[in-house]
T-cell receptor, first 109, second 115 residues
């Protein structure tokens, strides 16, 4: 069955340290993967999508089909990165998007 | 145009009462989702509408929960005989499924408190 797994509910990182938020997926088709972010008191919004191969706010994510992973990385954490991060998978069968349970990133000063 | 709009923003209800939560998706968006976000928890999928297809109701936690989408636009999530464990933020999202890279747009949520 299709599934998105984010193993860490909470990740605390010191400012300036590297960040890696883990995401693994299970899907038999060709996956499209995304990262969404929810800052305090704001709406959940798209951060980046794997198809664009983009870097947003210093974050990047590489799709690794062999490891079925789509980890989110940033070399130097900033305090404003503190937020809830969700990994998401869109299934090409019916275009339904499923989300992981999320990881709360807390940047320590 | 406007983004996804949800109403009310906040709802306090007594245990056992029925509530209706409304979602106005972005015009033209064919897909609509409902999620639940409990305090300190992540997103819990509830239901998915896609065009004229039968909705995917696999995430509804009990038969007290139901949702409909009229005319392919506005959606209403109904919770009957509310319980305290129903207290959560209910999020609606919509997307225009255009294939590769489709983005879901979220509303601001309805915070439901059952007392």
């Amino acid at each position: 069955a299709q599934r998105v797994t984010q193993p860490e509910k909470l990740l605390s990182v010191f400012k300036g340290a590297p960040v890696e938020l883990k995401c693994n997926y299970s899907y038999s088709g060709s996956p499209e993967l995304f990262w969404y972010v929810q800052y305090s008191r704001q709406r959940l919004q798209l951060l980046l999508r794997h198809i664009s191969r983009e870097s947003i706010k210093g974050f990047t994510a590489d799709l690794n089909k062999g490891e079925t992973s789509f980890h989110l990385k940033k070399p130097f954490a900033q305090e404003e990165d503190s937020a809830m991060y969700y990994c998401a998978l869109m299934m090409n069968r019916d275009d339904k998007i499923i989300f992981g349970k999320g990881t709360r990133l807390h940047i320590l000063p | 145009g406007a983004g996804v709009s949800q109403s009310p923003s906040n709802k306090v209800t007594e245990k056992g009462k029925d509530v209706e939560l409304r979602c106005d998706p972005i015009s033209g968006h064919t897909a609509l989702y409902w999620y639940r976000q409990s305090l300190g928890q992540g997103l819990e999928f509830l239901i998915y509408f896609q065009g004229n297809s039968a909705p995917d109701k696999s995430g509804l936690p009990s038969d007290r929960f139901s949702a409909e989408r009229t005319g392919g636009s506005v959606s209403t999530l109904t919770i009957q005989r509310t319980q305290q464990e129903d207290s959560a933020v209910y999020l609606c999202a919509s997307s225009y499924t255009q294939g590769v890279g489709t983005e879901a747009f979220f509303g601001q949520g309805t915070r439901l408190t059952v007392v």
